[in-house]
């Protein structure tokens, strides 16, 4: 037990200061060849970007992670913006921290871990904003037919922005040119390409915006696959065209926009109407617009002809003498409907009066005939049972009355 005891409390060769441990630690792994110039693969988590541009992150597989820096000259040169869950390839070296004690791996570059990864993110969100309803047709808006005030948002220093410029001027001079510079490529084109889009929608009178990128890689072109990109591209309230790459490339922006074109010349092709085209056509509407005035004019005057011949006006008291002949003749047809009308009333009336006439007691009396009536009551006789001997009545004849006493009364025949 005592040998034990002083073999662990017998002191090392060399004693050192725990800075001058972490120096020797430092020195030994910065000196490593292996470690100076190495690549990583692994997946990206607890990404952080701070203010000044660096960026902070582990790197992590199945079995292990180490904690990476990239300073901020080697981020401008990223042709992608990295994020939590990526899976990428990461080449720098290894530093020793003394003051914390930390070992971290100091990335000069990152790149996606292969098509695979990169095409999987892109399918990712493609699936996401698309059931958001990000990509529907129905919110994509027209082109104007005849812009006067047109954006573009490129890079300042490609060739795109001076052939789209070209373009434009060329088919359509009568727009104004609103241009936006902006970075397309690398970690900071994403925040860039966002401001742009809100500068662009500041502006009242733009009518249409081109955002513009020429061809590259598929890590060139990958900041026009940012979701926050994409989401600015959708609340844009003017019309959008999406002009990224080649005919073959693909990006998010060209399913948010309202118009992808093949290629940054096609979008100018596509926004701007050739001027020749459009003076064209005013010049066909312009004679249309002429031959149907002189046709008009043309149908005036001979209705105006027409008209002149008319009797009215040839001769104006000509209608008045018709129609006093026809008020004439009317007067005529009246008087004699009238006339005929009054015969045959009069005719109908003394056939009735005959009729009266025949029915008059005062004419039966004449005839011969008398009537007799009670002296004391007034009341006729129609009857023998009305009669009694001895009763006095009156008898009424046509020119006067007998008063008699009944003798007798005896029954006809």
Request: hydrophobic share 45%.
């Amino acid at each position: 037990m005592r040998l034990l005891f002083e073999s662990i409390t017998t002191p090392p060769a060399a004693a050192l200061s725990v800075g001058e441990l972490a120096e020797q630690v430092k020195r030994v792994v910065e000196s490593d060849p292996i470690l100076c110039d190495i690549s990583a693969h692994g997946e990206i988590s607890n990404f952080k970007e701070h203010s000044s541009g660096h960026l902070y992150f582990t790197l992590k597989d199945e079995t292990a992670q180490i904690t990476c820096k990239m300073w901020r000259h080697a981020v401008r040169r990223l042709r992608f913006r990295p994020s939590s869950g990526d899976r990428v390839g990461a080449w720098g070296s290894i530093e020793f921290y003394n003051a914390r004690g930390e070992v971290n791996f100091i990335v000069r570059d990152l790149r996606f871990d292969g098509q695979g990864a990169q095409f999987e993110a892109f399918e990712r969100l493609k699936q996401q904003l698309a059931a958001e309803g990000l990509f529907d047709e129905e919110r994509k808006r027209p082109l104007p037919p005849m812009p006067r005030r047109i954006g573009l948002i490129t890079s300042a220093t490609g060739a795109v922005a001076h052939d789209v410029i070209t373009i434009l001027r060329r088919r359509w001079p009568l727009a104004t040119i609103l241009f936006i510079p902006a970075a397309v490529q690398g970690f900071t084109a994403v925040p860039d390409l966002i401001r742009a889009l809100s500068w662009a929608a500041a502006i009242d009178d733009l009518d249409v915006v081109i955002m513009a990128r020429g061809g590259g890689s598929a890590e060139d072109l990958w900041c026009f696959n940012d979701e926050e990109l994409a989401r600015a591209a959708a609340a844009f309230p003017r019309p959008l065209i999406s002009a990224i790459g080649h005919e073959t490339d693909y990006t998010i922006l060209d399913f948010v926009a309202d118009l992808r074109a093949p290629t940054p010349s096609a979008a100018a092709e596509l926004v701007a109407p050739e001027l020749v085209t459009v003076q064209g056509a005013v010049d066909g509407l312009r004679w249309r617009l002429y031959n149907a005035v002189v046709g008009d004019v043309k149908l005036a005057r001979q209705t105006l002809d027409s008209l002149r011949k008319q009797r009215v006006l040839t001769r104006p008291g000509a209608q008045l003498e018709d129609a006093r002949a026809q008020v004439s003749q009317l007067r005529t047809q009246v008087r004699d409907a009238i006339g005929r009308r009054v015969k045959i009333e009069r005719q109908s009336l003394n056939a009735r009066c005959a009729q009266l006439r025949a029915l008059d007691p005062q004419r039966v009396l004449e005839r011969g005939y008398s009537l007799a009536g009670d002296a004391a009551t007034g009341e006729l006789i129609t009857s023998i049972h009305d009669a009694q001997p001895g009763q006095t009545l009156i008898l009424t004849l046509h020119d006067g009355t007998i008063r008699v006493t009944v003798e007798a009364v005896s029954t006809a025949g």
